[in-house]
């Protein structure tokens, strides 16, 4: 069974989020940054499955993410799959965009 | 299968708590915000499909939520439904009241 | 089914922990304090079905709890029944004892 | 049935991360520690029954655990048995090194 994991991210602000997603690995270097932008009061879920670029994010393997954003966004991240339901408790951390 | 979201307020402190909520969607402005007070010293457990004024929440579509109080309040936030069971952790925000 | 609510407590100090629960229901004031004492370097579970002084916890209604201790401990609350798994955060509270 | 108690650690700093995992038991004084090493800007997943080091996890018995870094991880805790699916919110402590 393919895992679910998914962030759902809240912009409660009024400006833009632009989001960049790093996905940590066991035995690489991480792999991003995937982006995504959510619209001021807007709230956002991202599947990991479905993010591709810069590469398909790995599956069948244990990974972590981190998440930064321009402004500060609340996010909440859940893993589901047929043996587990957890809640990653991710900081979020807001940093000067580029 | 409908979900079961529920917030539970603990208002423990000795004043009345004025709550609002905001309810944000991923294609259009927040709605709310729907009010419910919390008298001192108790709790209160929402039902998000309960709350109707001034519309009913959105079903069946991602939402994510933001709750203020005139006073500190802790708020445990927990979605139900058949194909999980999460946690949400809401930061809870005071705010000075109209 | 039986609602198995526990609290885990854990004291990672060298002093002794005399730790209050209190129990904030929606309709009544908050009953308690129930009282425990977590020796050093020892975490302790606490069933909220076996504390019945000064009354027991009351059943089949929604609550919720504080728990307060004279030195800094880590609690970890958990509802198990058959229709839900769900976590809740304490916060903890380091207060002086009387 | 066993439970699979896990702790994801997250480096996502530039420096190794030497961690220390002290589990705390209700009746004897705490064992460990058990050391890990997290490379820089790598996950790791560490299962509580695979420590052996200086002595296996107690089984079958309540127990918390803290776990200490020489720089600042992330962790995140999970329990996973056939009866109950919960998270443990670990506080993450960055100290100096011996």
């Known amino acids: 069974m393919t895992s679910h994991e ?4 809240l912009n409660a602000g009024d400006s833009q ?17 995937y982006r995504v932008t959510v619209p001021p009061r807007r709230t956002m879920h991202v599947r990991f499955n479905d993010l591709d670029d810069p590469e398909p994010v790995p ?26 339901a957890e809640n990653a408790l991710l900081s979020t951390m807001a940093h000067a965009a580029d």
Chains 1, 2, 3, 4 share one sequence.
């Open 59 to 84: 599956r069948d393997t244990d990974y972590a993410s981190v998440i930064e954003s321009d402004v500060p966004i609340v996010v909440q991240h859940t893993r589901l799959d047929s043996r587990q």
């Open 6 to 9: 998914t962030a759902c991210l």
């Open 17 to 33: 989020a632009r989001v960049s997603i790093w996905v940590y690995l066991t035995d690489r270097d991480p792999v991003g940054p």
